[in-house]
Structure formats: structure tokens, C-alpha cells
């Protein structure tokens, strides 16, 4: 075996082996993509198969790029959010649209669940819970020491804090699933 023929063996086989995350199908056929490049590198003149394995990187850099996005596309397929916000914050430290995108699909979970938690309280506590027009201002949730003012929406507060907290989830994993896609884009032009 030639001297770049075992550079391009040796490379590939470090690259499969930091693959092993990946499903068997989609490992080869990254591998095989890998060292066809290298291959057409190597045809193309000794120096070029040196310029493409530095332009590459170490394989298990590279390794490490095609398992977050794998991890990513699996992730947008998934119904469940914490594996595609997983996989976000692992890229957030690289873009800020992914960094953005989970910070703004939490501050929407959060919500979510605040507005839950005001039609679950209601029919328990039901003088602590509601919306008041005070002289200062408007006060709405879960308060300890409600204020005396009469309280203003009563139980129609239970349809409307559920349809609230329906719509900050759909709202949350829309932007979630628009960040991945975005990223993804982003990573594959």
C-alpha cells in the first residue's frame, strides 16, 4: 500500500470508528462519501489530498459536525421537544439562531405552564386566582394576598388560560422546529 493510500485508509478507518453513534447504513455511506473525496483529491496530485484532509479537519472533528446534525434531523422528525432543544443548546454555543431560538422557545414553555398552572389553581383557590383592574395598574395569576378589588373574569378564566397555555406550547414548538430547520440549512447550503 502506497504512503497515500495508507493516508486514506488510516483517515477513514478513524473516521468510521468516531461514527459508531451513527446508524450502520448512514455511517457507510458518509464514510463512502469521505473517502471518495479523497480519492479524486489523491487523482488530482499528491498536495491535493493533503490540502483536503486539512481542509476536513481531524476525523473525529468531523465526526463530531455529522453526528449534530444527524442528531438534529432525527430531532425535527421526533413529536417530543426536549430532544430537538438538545440538540439546539448543543449548537447555541456556535449560532446564535439556535442560541436564540431555545431561549425563545423556553421563555414560550414557560408561559405555557404559568397559564396552566392558573387554570389548575382556580377551582382549588378560587379567591386567589384571577384577573384584578386596580388603581396602579392590572393584576393577573396566582396571587398569596389577593387584592380586595372584586375579582373580573371569574371562572371564565379556566378557557382562557388553558387556550393561552395551548397556544404558548404550539407557539414554543414552532419556533423550536423553524430553529432546527433554519440550522440545518445553515449547515448544508
Same mark, same amino acid.
Given at each position: ?43 488530482? /496530485? ?57 431561549l425563545a ?35 393577573? /395569576? ?32 414552532l419556533v ?14
Amino acid at each position: 500500500m502506497t504512503e497515500p493510500a495508507r493516508l486514506i485508509a488510516d483517515y477513514v478507518r478513524r473516521l468510521r470508528w468516531s461514527l459508531q453513534v451513527i446508524p450502520a447504513e448512514d455511517r457507510d455511506g458518509l464514510v463512502r462519501e469521505i473517502e471518495s473525496h479523497l480519492t479524486d483529491s489523491l487523482a488530482a /496530485g499528491h498536495g491535493s489530498l493533503e490540502a483536503a484532509i486539512a481542509a476536513m479537519g481531524p476525523p473525529h472533528a468531523m465526526a463530531a459536525r455529522y453526528i449534530q446534525e444527524f442528531r438534529l434531523a432525527g430531532a425535527l422528525g421526533d413529536d417530543r421537544p426536549a430532544p430537538l432543544i438538545h440538540a439546539l443548546l448543543i449548537r447555541s454555543g456556535r449560532s446564535v439562531a439556535a442560541f436564540g431560538g431555545v431561549l425563545a422557545a423556553m421563555l414560550l414553555y414557560l408561559f405555557a405552564l404559568c397559564f396552566a398552572a392558573v387554570a389548575i389553581v382556580k377551582p382549588l383557590f378560587p379567591s386567589h386566582v384571577g384577573l384584578w383592574s386596580l388603581p396602579q395598574g392590572s393584576a393577573f /395569576g396566582i396571587l398569596t394576598d389577593p387584592p380586595a378589588a372584586p375579582e373580573m373574569m371569574g371562572l371564565w378564566i379556566l378557557p382562557l388560560a388553558l387556550a393561552g397555555a395551548l397556544a404558548c406550547y404550539a407557539l414554543a414548538t414552532l419556533v423550536l422546529r423553524g430553529t432546527g430547520r433554519h440550522v440545518l440549512r445553515m449547515t448544508n447550503p
